[in-house]
């Protein structure tokens, strides 16, 4: 793979579950939460299936070089708020470990916040951890506001 | 309406758009977002139709006397992390300024955390805007931490 060919951002595939696990877990807080066995638990094919029905959510890769190096979901939310205007809800955003400090995660990011435009939505909107300040600085940098506390209750 | 009669949560009708829209407008960051007017614009009615269509979201109200008093909308949105487990996302909760105090936010919200362990959810998760620290409070008392940074790009 080289560093400086071209980004390309597709749909994953379910061929691609094993690399996108490996991304989310492959983090301080996503390192508990994951299961990297081989083959992977069945759930995580359960929700690839989900995912891949729902006309309203698009789990997508950036492959550089035909290799898989980042993902992101998206998911386009109805709702009254806004005069009717649908919200985008970006989660999962991972670039390997790797490949940063290339441009993918603004890339992936770009490619949300123009598929939430192209969809008419007025409002992008996200969740990241407080401990994640590269990720909050990143996403300033994209024109995202930190204008909302994000609360989280855990089963 | 009695203020201590039961509150019942249901599914949103068309019948009830005109006071969702009421109540997302009455509030200082909401005002300048909605239109109201007789009758309310269609994309109102169109947004609607998208919520009711749409097997993941959930848009209900808190009705106490026959009066619809609160709003709420649940998604719950199915993905590869947390071991494929899906997450519910709370959005767009207002209790009308008239029954405040009574814990009506808090059925609405208790509802809303019972159906996301209903669906198998791993985690609730909602934003709230930084200046609502009466909100903040709220969902602490019920368990939810102010964990992550909420992040927005409006259009």
């Known amino acids: ?6 980004v390309v951002i597709r749909r ?3 061929d691609d579950i094993q690399i996108i696990v490996a991304m989310l ?3 301080p807080l996503g390192s508990g939460r994951e299961r990297i066995e081989h083959p992977l638990p069945p759930s995580y094919f359960r929700a690839f299936e989900a995912v891949e029905k729902d006309p309203n959510i698009q789990l997508v890769v ?17 709702g009254l708020s806004s005069q ?19 441009g ?8 949300a916040v123009a598929q939430a435009r192209a969809r008419e939505c007025r409002l992008v909107e996200l969740l990241t951890h407080n401990t ?7 996403y300033k940098r994209l024109g995202f506001q930190p204008s909302h506390v994000g609360m989280t209750l855990r089963f």
Chains 1, 2 share one sequence.
């Not at 009717?84 to 290339?102: K, Q, T, W, Y």
């Not at 993918?104 to 490619?111: N, R, T, V, Y």
């Not at 994640?132 to 990143?138: N, S, Y």
């Open 132 to 138: 994640r300040l590269d990720a909050q600085r990143f």
């Open 1 to 6: 793979m080289l560093a400086n060919s071209a």
């Open 25 to 27: 877990a492959d983090d």
């Open 104 to 111: 993918i995660g603004e890339q992936l990011a770009q490619w």
């Open 84 to 102: 009717g205007a649908s919200r985008a809800l970006i989660e999962d955003v991972r670039v390997a470990s790797h490949c940063r400090s290339r």
């Open 62 to 78: 950036a492959e550089q070089g035909g290799v898989v190096v980042g993902c992101l979901q998206l998911c386009i939310l109805p």
């Open 12 to 14: 994953a595939r379910r």
